[in-house]
């Protein structure tokens, strides 16, 4: 399964930052949380994680740079 976002919606103030820095349009709010909806938008940019004040999303990824010149 791919790996997502993971949303922590009892910290989650609906500031609706992540909604905005996410440029794949993968985040919403939906009431009082954020949501994924579009799981395969995500490009596991991270900047959601990045900018969230309340430590609310955690991606369960990380981002490795392969050097081909090696
Ligand atoms: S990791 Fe990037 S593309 Fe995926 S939901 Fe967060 S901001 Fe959007
Ligand atoms: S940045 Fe954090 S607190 Fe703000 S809407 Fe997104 S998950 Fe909620």
Not at 10 to 21: A, I, M, N, P, T
Not at 30 to 47: F, H, P, Q, S, Y
Not at 52 to 60: L, S
């Amino acid at each position: 399964m791919k790996e997502m976002p993971v949303i922590d919606g009892e910290k989650c103030q609906q500031c609706g930052l992540c909604v905005s820095v996410c440029a794949c349009g993968a985040l919403i709010i939906v009431g009082d949380a954020v949501k994924i909806l579009e799981v395969d938008e995500c490009r596991w940019c991270t900047l959601c994680e990045l900018v969230c004040p309340n430590g609310a999303i955690t991606c369960p990824f990380e981002i490795i740079i392969e050097d081909d010149q090696a």
